[in-house]
């Protein structure tokens, strides 16, 4: 059983920066992407970024091309989330997903495991 802890969440000003981490434990050979979502309150979860565990194709949400960055570390069963620029709008709650299925990679609906998430609040 795979399990995912994300970590590096924290309170930053706009236009600061942050990294998220998320650490798989367990049998990842499965894994298909590795996604970034986030939710704020009252809102709909929503897709950040996704990266192919086998390859280096990634894609992000239009709201954060050019701002956020995913990367992953297979050696270290490691997903990072590079965030630059911040918006007070990005605060909320930002999860580490995992699909073992192709396609639907911005569907939070498709994902087959979660982390526990972890906060991150931007401050105006």
């Known amino acids: 059983q795979v399990q995912l802890v994300e970590s590096g969440g924290g309170l930053v000003q706009a236009g600061g920066s942050l990294r998220l981490s998320c650490a798989a434990s367990?049998?990842?050979?499965?894994?298909?992407?590795m996604g970034w979502f986030r939710q704020a309150p009252g809102k709909e979860r929503e897709f950040v970024a996704a990266?192919?565990?086998?390859?280096?194709?990634?894609y992000y949400a239009a709201s954060v091309k050019g701002r956020f960055t995913i990367s992953k570390d297979n050696a270290k069963n490691t997903v990072y989330l590079q965030m630059n620029s911040l918006k007070p709008e990005g605060t909320a709650v930002y999860y580490c997903?995992?699909?073992?299925?192709?396609?639907?990679?911005?569907?939070?609906?498709?994902?087959?495991?979660w982390g526990q998430g972890t906060q991150v609040t931007v401050s105006s």
């Open positions: 367990g049998r990842t050979f499965s894994t298909f992407y």
């Open positions: 990266i192919r565990w086998s390859g280096d194709s990634t």
């Open positions: 997903a995992a699909r073992t299925g192709s396609g639907y990679y911005s569907d939070y609906r498709r994902y087959d495991l």
